[in-house]
């Protein structure tokens, strides 16, 4: 696989993402920072506590995300940040249709490892 | 309106942005420069002359992007620079039905004004 460094931890890091949302998404608050900030929807919420409390609070519990794609570029040469795209399928609470969904993040390095500085979730409707 | 001030520059921009692709999108030029990175589907490409020579031979000529949503935060709070994420319908050449799509920039300050350092775009297929 000809994969950049920063390509293989943006697939690690969207991979614990989404299957931690769907086994344990209080376990998400590990990723987040007190400078962390979350668009849901319409709603922005800025640190760790307040994130964990939207996503435990959102108007579902189960949930199974499908990625269809995940795309990433540097976003900050010299200090090692990573922008990441995904797109793909949402499985809410045994509805029989999944809604589409795109999220951006901006992983920022933290020691030897990253935490979600920047992210941004929304539903995508079908094209009229 | 209660909109923040880097709302506000991701609004002038996007609405900058997709009429000049549906115009004249070989101007989009003075919007990157050499550093910039473009993803467009599964084409990764970077520097001015690259992103215009990919974005001048896309596989349509005639394009009309709406948008949807449009959503934005502080990138890098120290450095200035911003976030934005996209959805919206496209509809090319003609083809009677639009396709959804999501794009996210960052933003970087440069002077007075901003460049985009960061483009990643993808097209949002209708969940199965």
């Known amino acids: 696989m000809d994969e950049a460094g920063y390509e293989k931890i943006a697939r690690l890091f969207v991979d614990f993402y989404f299957k931690t949302f769907d086994e344990n998404r209080v376990a998400l608050g590990t990723l987040y920072r007190d400078d962390?900030?979350?668009t849901f929807e319409d709603k922005k919420v800025g640190g760790t506590a307040a994130i964990i409390d939207k996503l435990q609070n959102l108007p579902f519990q189960q949930v199974v995300h499908r990625m269809?794609?995940?795309d990433s570029?540097?976003?900050?040469?010299?200090?090692g940040s990573i922008l990441v795209l995904v797109t793909g399928e949402l499985q809410v609470d045994g509805q029989e249709k999944p809604l589409s969904f795109t999220q951006s993040f901006q992983l920022k390095p933290e020691g030897d490892s990253f935490y979600v500085f920047n992210d941004i979730f929304r539903i995508v409707y079908p094209a009229s």
């Open 36 to 38: 962390s900030m979350l």
């Open 68 to 70: 269809a794609t995940l």
């Open 73 to 79: 570029q540097p976003a900050h040469l010299g200090e």
